[in-house]
Structures are given as structure tokens and as C-alpha cells.
């Protein structure tokens, strides 16, 4: 965490982080009923909201979307490594790996593997396609392991404030 955020998270009240926890738990919220829940009237929770926005502290508002319903029911977590670590290469994958729709979460991490990415799919031969006409297509895989996840225990779309 970058100095500067240090300093901004500690000029967060206990109102502002209110409003964050609001918000996370109901993106949908109008202004009038963010400020009830906050014990503050509409004009104060709203500026509040909107420095809250401008600082960051907000990055968007979203849809959780069904990943079942949407026919994608499952899970598959890949670690990657490639062959080369010199930035051109891992910025190419790295924006390649991001252009796939499969692909629903990817980090470059530390450790054994370059890259942990997470990808939705319909069925195992859906994943075999991902796999032999996406993700083996990018240029500088080493090595992959697959995992597929067998139920999800804990899923957070959010941090606590």
C-alpha cells in the first residue's frame, strides 16, 4: 500500500466507512436511503458519497452476475508460469490472458507459479477448448496446472471497512 493511501484510509470517520459498508451490501441505494441508513440527512451523504467516488475509495459499481445461470457453472483455477519474466513479456501475456472472456479473475503473483487465473466454463470440454484454442495459443507458456473447484465455501465481492 502506497503511503499516500495509508494516509487517506486513516482520514476515513467512522461515517465515510458507514457509507462504504452501505454501499457494498447495496450498490442500489438512493441517496435518501444511504443517509437514513447513516443517520444523516441527503445533502451531507451525498457529498460524502461523491468525495468518497473522487478519492477512489470507490472504484465503480457493478451487477453480480449467475454464473451458473448464465450456463458457465464451472470453476477452474490455472496456475502459469512462463518461460521468460522480462516486462515486455509478462505485459503481452498479461494483456492477452485479460482479452479472454473465460477469464474472470488473473493475478501475477510470486512464488512457484507466474500467474494465478481464474476462468468460468460451461463443462470440462469447455475447458479443453479454452485451454487448446485460447490460453495455449498465447505465446510464452511454460508450464500449467488446473484445478477444478468442487464448491465455493467463501466468496467475498468486497472488503471490510
Keep these: 500500500m502506497k503511503a499516500t493511501q495509508r494516509k487517506d484510509s486513516l ?4 461515517t465515510d ?3 462504504l459498508r452501505a454501499m457494498q451490501a447495496d450498490a442500489r441505494l438512493t441517496t435518501a436511503e444511504l443517509a437514513d441508513r447513516v443517520g444523516l440527512s441527503t445533502t451531507p451523504c451525498w ?14 459499481y457493478v451487477a453480480l452476475l449467475n454464473q451458473e445461470k448464465l450456463g458457465l457453472p464451472e470453476t477452474v483455477i490455472i496456475e502459469i508460469t512462463l518461460d521468460r519474466h522480462d516486462e515486455e513479456v509478462l505485459e503481452r501475456f498479461g494483456e492477452l490472458l ?11 503473483t510470486t512464488g512457484d507459479y507466474d500467474y494465478l487465473v ?5 463443462s470440462t470440454a469447455g475447458y479443453e ?6 490460453l495455449y495459443r498465447i505465446p510464452g ?18 472488503i471490510q471497512v
Design 11 to 14: 482520514r476515513l470517520d467512522e
Design 118 to 122: 481464474k476462468v468460468a466454463v460451461e
Design 47 to 60: 457529498n460524502r458519497l461523491k468525495r468518497l467516488e473522487k478519492q477512489g475509495y470507490i472504484d465503480g
Design 17 to 19: 466507512r458507514r457509507i
Design 141 to 158: 507458456i511454460r508450464h500449467s496446472r488446473s484445478s477444478f473447484a468442487l464448491r465455493c465455501l467463501k466468496k467475498l465481492t468486497s
Design 98 to 108: 485479460a482479452g479472454l472472456p473465460e477469464v474472470i479473475e488473473a493475478y501475477l
Design 129 to 134: 477448448r479454452f485451454l487448446r484454442e485460447k
